[in-house]
């Protein structure tokens, strides 16, 4: 059974670089015909898919965060990273990162229990 956890800081200024990690236990990240994601859901809103990285390394973004994130990977550690460059309050979410055979991870996925950012001076 594939487990995932999320770890970063909780609090960020506005106009940092948000950096989260997502440690992956039970396969790895470098499985055949997996894609891994990052996604977050922002206070009262619904769930965004962010980007992901797949089995080869390569790198899928949604449209709107591609000048700002970054995905890569730690094949040593098992882990898998975002940042997210020049954050602003609209950046406030819960950050889940997630496993699926699809390149946007869906319900379907394997996903982790999410970890609260807030963007605030």
């Known amino acids: 059974q594939v487990l995932l956890q999320e770890s970063g800081p909780g609090l960020v200024k506005p106009s940092q670089t948000l950096s989260l990690t997502c440690t992956v236990s039970?396969?790895?990240?470098?499985?055949?015909?997996?894609?891994w994601s990052w996604a977050r859901q922002p206070p009262g809103k619904g769930l965004e898919w962010m980007g992901a990285?797949?089995?080869?390394?390569?790198?899928y973004y949604s449209s709107s965060l591609k000048s700002r994130a970054s995905i890569s990977w730690d094949t040593s550690k098992n882990q898998f990273t975002l940042q997210l460059r020049s954050v602003t309050p609209e950046d406030t979410a819960v950050y889940y990162c997630?496993?699926?055979?699809?390149?946007?991870?869906?319900?379907?996925?394997?996903w982790g229990q999410g970890t609260p950012v807030t963007v605030s001076s």
């Open positions: 997630a496993r699926d055979l699809a390149v946007m991870a869906s319900s379907a996925g394997s």
């Open positions: 039970g396969d790895s990240i470098t499985s055949y015909r997996y894609y």
């Open positions: 990285i797949g089995y080869s390394g390569n790198t």
